[in-house]
């Protein structure tokens, strides 16, 4: 990277869609719902705090929505990058149920056995998502060289660019890594030539009260 300085990356997922029961791939180009719009007020405030220069966000409305926010409270540009959408999931868009666990289940075994290639039913394989997003990563991070980046994308697409950037881990760690919850956070910085994580998949402190606050009101009402 350039000798600016340090290049400083908050990679993050989302906030919350409209319907978050369903799976939502690049097919289904879903808002944010009225609990997702909290969140990403909350992370906005976090993320003023953290001092970034940039944000880019992928084309889909669920990750423009959750940007906007932060580009208006800190002040800066927001970039978008389309070939950063959702993992294509073919005819499983907008669906759940066991069909749709069975099919993750089959994926994720596969993956994190080494065949990268494999894909149930027109979804997108780890290797087809990491030929698609890596160069996007090399793109962005190269542009903005030495500043302090924040990046809203997908969950998938999240955990696809940290097993393949990270040191010691490979997509054998898909499950050791954590989960891509909405808004949890991976701050990474560039040094000695190599990604290092300062943060794995944490959700911000503002966004876990917004949650926590959601939870009381649904047990009160159900009491």
């Known amino acids: ?62 990750a423009i929505e959750t940007a906007e926010p932060i580009a208006r409270r800190c002040g800066i540009t927001h970039e978008i990058e389309p070939l950063w959408h959702e993992r294509r999931v073919g005819v499983f868009s907008q669906r759940c149920g066991p069909d749709v666990e069975q099919a993750w289940q089959r994926t994720l075994q596969a993956w994190q056995s080494g065949d990268l290639d494999f894909a149930v039913d027109g979804m997108e394989s780890f290797a087809s998502i990491q030929q698609r997003v890596l160069p996007v990563w090399e793109h962005v991070t190269t542009r903005h060289s030495g500043q302090r980046i924040v990046i809203i994308v997908h969950g998938v697409v999240c955990k696809v660019l940290l097993l393949s950037l990270l040191p010691g881990y490979s997509p054998a760690d898909w499950t050791r890594i954590g989960k891509a919850h909405n808004l949890s956070v991976s701050e990474l910085i560039f040094t000695q030539g190599h990604w290092h994580a300062l943060r794995l998949l944490e959700v911000p402190e503002p966004v876990r009260q917004v949650d926590a606050s959601r939870q009381a009101s649904i047990s009160r009402s159900t009491a």
Do not use: N
Request: net charge neutral.
């Open 1 to 62: 990277m350039g000798s600016e300085g340090v290049t400083r990356v908050w990679l993050a997922r989302h906030a919350e869609t409209a319907t978050p029961h369903l799976l939502h791939g690049a097919e289904s180009d879903v808002p944010l719902g009225e609990h997702g719009r909290r969140q990403a007020a909350a992370a906005a405030e976090w993320f003023a705090a953290q001092a970034p220069q940039v944000v880019v966000s992928s084309a889909m409305r669920r």
